[in-house]
């Protein structure tokens, strides 16, 4: 099992040796504070029931991936989403659509417990 | 011979334990008065929100309401989605917190984990009284600004959704709730993606 790392200067999002790009911020409070992240692979949000700032607007899917800080943080909410509608996030990773596809073909075929339960954020 | 002495036995034990357990509905609102937990209490109350209710427990809810001091309560939100009167509506949508004391409901809804979806029932059951009533609309557009990451995503979008429909109304309730101009763009912007589609 790898863990996931975001680096926010070349907006890349790292699993393995794959490499998705992905934005943080642009609204609300700004972009994910750096640091160490908890990735809650059993709470993840799947439908069409959610907003459309998390759908991958190539495929029409949308799903959530919570993720909760390993540190004290006064802010909350944070997740891993194709990034819909209006580009740009209120703090979560926001997968871009052409990336958002492979990203989640890839957590769909990764047995649960192989999953990446950890992110690590870096300017 | 031999199977059909052990469906009979399934049945009877089936029978036996139907009789014993409390009707599900009743079941969870005993969860949520005794939990283990606050998520716990969270999970029954949500879970119990889908269901359609018995009068007698509807009965007994609102019994406990009344002792109730005003403040947020799963009795308030399930009097308010089961009942759906003007009555429990207008309790529901005067006790619902306002601003930053939202994010306690945000954040247990996260420790929750996120049961029926990113957007807590209780602010879409408010989101839905909202489309016609601006006190409802007026403690929506107040957590703007405290609503963060998913949570403030999935608020805005449905702020958005109303106002694609009726600006003039959430424009109104963006001045009463001196909502910056840096938040209400977002709407716009959102609420003019949706124009597209709609």
């Known amino acids: 099992m790898s863990d996931l790392l975001f680096n926010k200067t070349t907006k890349t999002l790292t699993w393995g040796a794959e490499h998705y790009k992905a934005i943080t911020g642009g609204f609300g409070l700004g972009p994910l504070p750096d640091g160490e992240y908890e990735v809650k692979t059993r709470n993840v949000v799947v439908g069409s029931h959610l907003a459309s700032g998390f759908e991958n607007t190539l495929t029409g899917n949308r799903w959530f991936i919570p993720i909760i800080p390993r540190f004290a943080s006064a802010r909350d909410g944070f997740g891993i989403h194709p990034d819909g509608n209006v580009p740009g996030t209120k703090g979560c990773i926001g997968l871009q659509s052409s990336e958002a596809g ?15 339960t950890g992110v690590t954020v870096k300017p | 011979m031999k199977a059909f002495a052990l469906l009979l036995g399934v049945f009877t034990i089936s029978a036996c334990a139907n009789t014993a357990a409390p009707p599900l509905n009743q079941y969870l609102y005993n969860l949520s008065q005794n939990p283990k937990d606050l998520s716990q209490q969270y999970q029954a109350c949500l879970l119990l929100g889908e269901l359609s209710l ?51 409901l945000w954040r247990r809804h996260a420790e929750s984990g996120y049961l029926l979806g990113v957007l807590p029932a209780s602010f879409k059951l408010l989101s839905q009284v909202a489309i016609q009533d601006n006190n409802a609309l007026d403690t929506l557009v107040s957590g703007i600004a405290f609503a963060d990451g998913g949570h403030g995503e999935a608020l805005i979008e449905v702020i958005a959704k109303i106002h694609a429909r009726m600006p003039a109304r959430v424009n109104q309730s963006f001045k009463r709730m001196n909502i910056k101009s840096r938040d209400a763009d977002i709407i716009y ?10």
């Open chain 1, 102 to 116: 492979s990203f989640w073909r890839r957590w769909l075929n990764t047995p649960l417990t192989a999953r990446p």
């Open chain 2, 54 to 104: 018995s009068e007698k427990l509807v009965a007994k809810i609102t019994k406990h309401q009344e002792k109730e001091t005003g403040s947020f309560s799963c009795n308030t939100y399930l009097l308010a989605k089961q009942n759906y009167d003007i009555t429990s509506l207008n309790r529901f949508v005067n006790a619902f917190p306002r601003g930053a004391k939202q994010s306690s």
């Open chain 2, 189 to 198: 912007n959102l609420s003019t993606h949706m124009k597209g589609k709609l």
